[in-house]
């Protein structure tokens, strides 16, 4: 119990009569990493807000190491360090200066404040650019001052929303690295709707749709949805649908755009017996491959799930 | 914590042009105007035979400049208070103050105060201005300081009213237009009903209450009306931003 560094109990938030997020409850233990996906407008950076009191819940409640964000607002936003999906930054500042005011506002005490500043530097990988003024930053390093910002007071959890926007490949992968050496000893949650990220950098993953927490578990979980019981063949002599199923643990055979997309049972693992085959009957297999379904294709079955019971019971 | 805040304030102020020029310009107007009133001073005294007509130096020069300054002050407060809130909502930084460990009242306050201490160093620039008279003649102090204190009241008034304006949008322009009307109102509201002096209208007037002061007399009860105009904004603009937070 001690543990936990966000509890999110039955958060909703109703904007007009609408709910932008309902009922939405999770918690997460220390050394977490938390992955929030969802399509644009599912509700990410509402969640996001209230979870950094930025935005009062309209129902439910907001634990951050057990302190109530209603009931002692300061106590509990001391803990957390916060990335908007707009960069809160004063540009006619420079990085130094910036991050000076940062450290100050959250109460990092006199003495502490360059040794803050210049560890947040070194973590971001902005320490060449202290001296320069934001506004002439590019987009990528202006992201990092970000993000520093959001580490600078070593905070219990940090929250980053959609951090890897705009940043070039070697910066992404140096973020993903800093977010798994950040969860390591905090709480991180992260929104993106990048799948491979979340798979690279969380061991949490929650989906959340129209509002709604549609998925919530591990991240081997989602792992396994994605990948599947599938292969993808590509044959210069394609054989019939007969011959590829009377091959062992094949259950089911599809054509796409020239390859052949084949699902097996669950457990067994045909692929050698398919090279076999190919290699004794000359089929030319010229591929194969585990065929990965997009992320669209998970939302879809995710939110797809989710929606049959709902349907049943409005019939 | 509310002392970060203002620093914040300060050190933005002067870290565009803004701060610097505004100051330089209102520097060059009050010194101008102090300048002609001493000039003015011996055109005008020796003039005056009848020892009735005579008065110091301290209040002749100073009903100038103090004079000046509040009016100057009634435009150049809302150029400096209306990008305080508002230019942080467009440029959406807000939520970095929201999210660090900060009470609202603690955000505002701060914000306040830090615009407050910018147009203190004015305040301090004319009485020190002033107080160079002493050099050669023999000056009223305490005339000095009570304007001192009434034009910094008067200056923190315009601050927080402009700051409540600030609050209500994003548009800096407009915040600054809206208040700068606001308290053009305000200040010649006396004017309005100056034929009807136990007018309570008359009453809310900012001038008539710079007034007292402006004569040398620090009086508790134009204390009481700016300490208490201050804090109706301030509380204002409190609720403006918790609104932000309530209704999103």
């Given at each position: 119990m001690d543990n936990l560094t966000v509890e999110a109990i039955e958060l909703t938030r109703l904007y007009g009569g609408r709910?932008?997020?309902?009922?939405v409850s999770f918690n997460l233990a220390k050394g977490q990493v938390l992955g929030f996906l969802g399509p644009n407008g599912a509700g990410k950076s509402t969640t996001m807000k209230m979870l950094t009191g930025n935005l009062a819940p309209s129902a439910g409640s907001v634990k951050i190491c057990g302190i109530d964000m209603m009931e002692s607002p300061k106590e509990a936003k001391a803990l957390i360090g916060y990335l908007p999906e707009m960069r809160p930054l004063y540009?006619?500042?420079t990085v130094d200066e910036y991050l000076t005011i940062a450290a100050r506002l959250h109460k990092v005490s006199s003495k502490h404040i360059k040794k803050a500043v210049e560890s947040a530097k070194e973590r971001c990988g902005l320490s060449h650019m202290s001296k320069r003024l934001i506004e002439n930053l590019s987009n990528g390093y202006q992201q990092r001052v970000g993000i520093a910002q959001a580490i600078i007071h070593n905070p219990m959890v940090v929250i980053l929303d959609?951090?890897?926007?705009?940043?070039d490949p070697i910066q992404i992968r140096d973020i993903r690295a800093l977010i798994k050496e950040i969860g390591q000893e905090h709480s991180v949650i992260v929104s993106t709707h990048i799948l491979p990220e979340v798979e690279m950098v969380c061991d949490h993953v929650q989906i959340i749709d129209k509002g709604k927490l549609v998925f919530n578990g591990g991240i081997d979980v989602l792992k396994r949805q994605r990948i599947g019981n599938k292969l993808l063949l590509g044959f210069k002599q394609p054989p019939t649908e007969s011959a590829l199923l009377q091959?062992?643990?094949?259950a089911e055979v599809e054509h796409v755009d020239g390859m052949v997309r084949v699902r097996f049972t669950e457990g067994s693992n045909p692929n050698e017996a398919i090279v076999e085959a190919s290699v004794k009957e000359g089929w030319g297999l010229y591929q194969i491959a585990p065929d990965q379904t997009s992320l669209e294709d998970v939302f879809v079955q995710l939110t797809y799930q989710e929606a049959v019971p709902v349907e049943e019971k409005a019939a | 914590m509310v002392f970060s805040i203002a620093r914040k304030e300060l050190k933005s102020m002067f870290a565009s042009p803004m701060g610097w020029i505004i100051l330089a310009l209102l520097m060059f107007a009050f010194g101008t105007y102090y300048l002609n009133g001493v000039n003015n001073y011996f055109e005008v005294m020796s003039g005056?035979?009848?020892?009735?007509?005579r008065y110091g130096v301290t209040q002749f020069v100073g009903q100038t400049v103090y004079g000046v300054a509040s009016f100057i002050m009634l435009f150049a407060v809302p150029l400096l208070s209306m990008r305080l809130i508002s230019e942080e909502r467009r440029s959406q930084t807000m939520p970095f103050l929201f999210s660090a460990p900060l009470s609202l009242t603690e955000i505002v306050v701060g914000k306040f105060l830090g615009l407050v201490l910018f147009l203190a160093i004015l305040v301090l620039y004319i009485a020190i201005m002033l107080s160079t008279l002493n050099i050669w003649s023999d000056i009223d102090f305490g005339y000095v300081i009570a304007n001192s204190v009434g034009l910094l009241l008067l200056v923190a008034s315009f601050s927080a009213l402009g700051l409540y304006f600030s609050s209500l949008t994003s548009q800096p322009i407009v915040a600054g237009i809206l208040s700068f009307i606001a308290l053009f109102v305000l200040m010649i509201l006396d004017r309005f009903f100056a034929g009807d002096p136990?007018?309570?209208?008359?009453?809310?007037s900012l001038m008539k209450h710079f007034q007292s002061f402006a004569g040398g007399l620090i009086d508790t009860a134009d204390i009481a009306y700016f300490a208490l105009f201050i804090i109706t904004f301030l509380t204002l603009t409190i609720r403006r931003l918790d609104a932000d937070r309530l209704r999103g």
């Open positions: 709910a932008a997020v309902s009922d540009k006619e500042f959609e951090p890897t926007v705009g940043l091959i062992p643990g094949i | 005056s035979i009848r020892p009735a007509e136990t007018n309570i209208m008359s009453h809310l």
